[in-house]
């Protein structure tokens, strides 16, 4: 069993900056995919961008390439999600989530654990 405790997130003006963190807690992350998700109000979770434990892989969805970079820290057992240049519609609850797999994916049942998500607000 993996615990995910997230920390970061809050309240931003259009164009600052934010970063995410996802930590595992009470042992390491290994073999894994770490995504990252967002929900706003009314709208399906999407995945915005993944990481692969072993390899360090970077994936991310076109709406935040380029202004968003996830990343890991293998020490600290720790994914982080730096989000700049936020705009209004980056807006939403996020979680991360990890993947037994070790496969980047977009889809979210196909990751096992999941954090207990981090309001992002974004105003114009």
């Known amino acids: 069993q993996v615990q995910l405790v997230q920390s970061g997130g809050g309240s931003v003006q259009a164009g600052g900056s934010l970063r995410l963190s996802c930590a595992a807690a009470g042992r390491t992350f290994t073999n894994v995919a770490v995504g990252w998700f967002r929900q706003a109000p009314g709208k399906e979770r999407e995945f915005v961008a993944g990481?692969?434990?072993?390899?360090?892989?970077?994936y991310y969805t076109d709406s935040v390439k380029g202004r968003f970079t996830i990343s890991r820290d293998i020490a600290k057992s720790t994914v982080y999600l730096q989000m700049s240049s936020l705009k209004p519609e980056d807006a939403a609850v996020y979680y991360c989530a990890a993947g037994r797999s070790g496969s980047i994916t977009n889809r979210n049942y196909q990751y096992d654990y999941w954090g207990q998500g981090t309001q992002v607000t974004v105003s114009s």
């Open positions: 990481v692969s434990w072993n390899t360090g892989t970077t």
